[in-house]
């Protein structure tokens, strides 16, 4: 189906404008000195503790960029960012869980790390997987290592690495990657700039070393409207739009040809709470994003489900339904949130299995309706007519069945009120927070070999000797 635009080419035009003019005539807040060196050696000039971009810079460095990005799971599964499929993964980082089964609230721990990387392994719309829980007992130094050491273990799908800052994580993430056999080119990694305008210098390394080294990475600005970018929409996508073209730079002037996976996610901000607002304005701002990214020609990713909602409720299928929807139809590459609540503070297991669901429905929307000659059905009516007027013994019927409908869920009420009532009047929560037990369960994922985790420890010994023990 064609793509759904909400923006004009002639106003994703203006807001690429405006982009060069930011970089080059407001420029970028950025003080670490190789990176700084690497930039004004290929034209960038420096003002005070700001770098400003050339135009003609920028967009060679979009022209030279990889747009495309290969991953590669342990167990032989390949995804590519792009290839016309829409791609679903979860959400990285949340601090707290959601027990659905009780109604509350805890800490994440280090099982979590474990359970979630198992449970998102048996849910086949979630693509890729992202170390989903921050254990609040682990150092935050060693936070990001942490998730993607105990996550490798359990799941044989391409594992995208944690978000980092550091170049140290670069350094690592790699080595525990090339444990399982993953070389650096089917390995992602995501950094996020400082909104408004700004990369610390720990961050500009990070960029360094993933750049040296060969790792497709996402580009992953988080400016909220209203706070750390402007309040109307088009001046914030401007502003992000200029956080991920400045990284794009310094990583093409390092290694030209790099795969960029153009990212965003913008949020804007509730002025009645100050927290993030979960409306469609997310939705909206993730499908201008996808606009954007495809004007460079990157493939995208932006937020899908997304929510404030702290409990499985209308509020939050009403949400994250549209906010995955409007940037699917828009023709988003992948989309990022299963499992996500309280705008990214929590996550929950039950709520892992209903996006698995919601995800599949979001794919078959994408299809949209097929028309010709075949599934217009001009000979079936006919045969129905001249015959029983009943479609169902049709080999057409039984040949459509799967294309034309979602048969994969198995949620969502579908019985009379009795059968329902009989089912102790359980609804999609109930039997999501069910299944999600029977998952964690049943589901085996295939171990590594005890070689290959005493290797890992044995990096996650070296990462703590090296960043926690040098500073005490």
Known sequence: MDRLNFLSQDEV?????????ILSEIGFVWTHKESLDILTGAGCTIKGN?????????EDSIKKSGKRATLTGRGGTVRTLGDGNLYFHNLGGARDVYDAKTDSRRSAEERDVIDATRLLDALENCHTVTPFFTPQNVSGELMSLYMYRHSIPHTTKPLQGPGIQFGYEVKYALEMASVIGVEPSALTLSLSPVSPLTIPDHEAEAVIQMAKAGVAFATLPCPIGGATSPMTMAGSLAQQNAETLAIVVLSQIINPGLPIIYCGRLAM?????????GGLELGLASAATVQLGHYYGYS?????FSTNAHTLEVQNGFERGMNAAIPALAGADELSGIGEMEAGVMGSYA?????????????????GVVVNEDTLA??????????TRNFLGQKHTM??????LNLSGKLAERNTWESWERNERKGMAEHAADEAERILREHQV???????EKELNAIMMAAEKEVVKSKK
């Open 300 to 304: 995208v990713n932006v937020y899908g």
């Open 399 to 404: 040949k459509h069945l799967k294309t034309e």
């Open 269 to 277: 901000l509730e002025p009645r709470t100050g927290l993030l607002w």
């Open 351 to 367: 709520q892992m299995v209903l996006d698995n669901e919601l995800a599949g429905n979001i794919i078959r929307l994408r299809k």
């Open 378 to 387: 001009f000979e079936g009516i006919l045969k129905a007519m001249d015959g």
């Open 50 to 58: 700001r770098v400003y971009f050339p135009p003609e810079l920028v």
């Open 13 to 21: 035009k203006s807001i690429h404008e405006t982009t060069l003019r």
């Open 446 to 452: 295939p171990p590594l070999e005890d070689q290959q």
